[in-house]
C-alpha cells in the first residue's frame, strides 16, 4: 500500500483543508501587505486615510508639516510618512 496515500486517509479532510489553507495564507500574506499599502498616492486620497479634509492636507503641505513630492506638475504623498509626521505634531 502506497504510505503517503493511507497518511492522507488518516487525516480528517477538513484538518487537511486548514493544514493547507494556513501554509498558502502564510506564504501570502507578506505580498499582501504590500500591495494593500499604496506607495503614492494624490491629496483626495491622502485626506481620505488620514482621515482630514483635502484642505488640511493642503494647509500642512504650505506649512512644510508633512512631506510630498510631485511628479511632473502632480503633487503626490507618502501614506506612511505623511501619517507619521501628523502624528510627530500632536
Do not use: C, H, Y
Not at 486620497?45 to 508633512?66: H, P, W, Y
Amino acid at each position: 500500500m502506497n504510505t503517503k496515500a493511507t497518511l492522507i486517509e488518516s487525516v480528517a479532510p477538513s484538518e487537511l483543508v486548514d493544514a493547507i489553507t494556513e501554509k498558502v495564507l502564510n506564504e501570502l500574506r507578506p505580498m499582501l501587505e504590500q500591495s494593500a499599502t499604496p506607495l503614492a498616492v494624490d491629496g483626495d486620497e491622502m485626506a481620505r486615510l488620514a482621515g482630514v479634509s483635502r484642505v488640511t492636507i493642503d494647509r500642512a503641505v504650505s506649512a512644510g508639516k508633512i512631506p510630498s513630492f510631485t511628479v511632473g506638475r502632480l503633487r503626490r504623498f507618502e501614506p506612511a510618512k505623511v501619517i507619521a509626521a501628523m502624528a510627530g505634531e500632536q
